[in-house]
T-cell receptor, first 114, second 112 residues
Framework: DVKVTQSSRYLVKRTGEKVFLECVQD?????MFWYRQDPGLGLRLIYF???????EKGDIPEGYSVSREKKERFSLILESASTNQTSMYLC?????????????FGDGTRLSIL | EDQVTQSPEALRLQEGESSSLNCSYT??????LFWYRQDPGKGPEFLFT???AGEEKEKERLKATLTKKESFLHITAPKPEDSATYLC?????????????FGTGTRLQVFP
């Protein structure tokens, strides 16, 4: 089974802090994704990556950056955390590019910015 | 604009009472439609991929079907452990992205 592991289940940070969310997958997947999930808005794509050191903006990249130094690891960075970034953050991976490739998700990090 | 709409937002069923969840979509060139189950406090768990109209997939009490405009997730004789939020997503048209466009989900509660 695919295993996507997010480093923290719950995180509390202060406004203005730099926040790092880590994600690791163990199935040698090419693609990795970061989403945030908010009530009534569903899952929204922040950033994604098709390869090491490669990144692409999703639908809501403002205030975020990412890093992919190794194939199995994809980090989401909040450069200067703000209260409107309080949310559930979900990492996902998929095997390769192409039609019909399902994404497999971690259990999420619930981030609160005070 | 590519869009996914799920209905109803919430559904309460008695154990054994079969029903269907709807996912309607507008996308220029469907490359895949996905169903996920999400339990509270967990990430979405992949259930099915459907590619073309007329296709059906089954898993235990769940059956997913696909037409040109919508997909249904049929739940036969549900049990309390089927309670969860069910998410539908479509894969973006060809290009340089494999992103999924998600609906907001149907929250299912099954009572004994």
């Amino acid at each position: 089974d695919v295993k996507v592991t997010q480093s923290s289940r719950y995180l509390v940070k202060r406004t203005g802090e730099k926040v790092f969310l880590e994600c690791v997958q163990d199935m040698d997947h090419e693609n990795m994704f970061w989403y945030r999930q908010d009530p009534g808005l569903g899952l929204r794509l922040i950033y994604f990556s098709y390869d090491v050191k490669m990144k692409e903006k999703g639908d809501i990249p403002e205030g975020y950056s990412v890093s992919r130094e190794k194939k199995e690891r994809f980090s989401l960075i909040l450069e200067s955390a703000s209260t409107n970034q309080t949310s559930m953050y979900l990492c996902a991976s998929s095997r390769a590019r192409g039609a019909g490739q399902p994404q497999h998700f971690g259990d999420g990090t619930r981030l609160s910015i005070l | 604009e590519d869009q996914v709409t799920q209905s109803p937002e919430a559904l309460r069923l008695q154990e054994g009472e079969s029903s269907s969840l709807n996912c309607s979509y507008t996308v220029s060139g469907l490359r895949g439609l996905f169903w996920y189950r999400q339990d509270p406090g967990k990430g979405p768990e992949f259930l099915f991929t459907l590619y073309s109209a007329g296709e059906e997939k089954e898993k235990e009490r769940l059956k997913a079907t696909l037409t040109k405009k919508e997909s249904f997730l049929h739940i036969t004789a549900p049990k309390p452990e089927d309670s969860a939020t069910y998410l539908c997503a479509v894969q973006a048209p060809p290009g340089n992205t494999d992103k999924l466009i998600f609906g907001t989900g149907t929250r299912l509660q099954v009572f004994p």
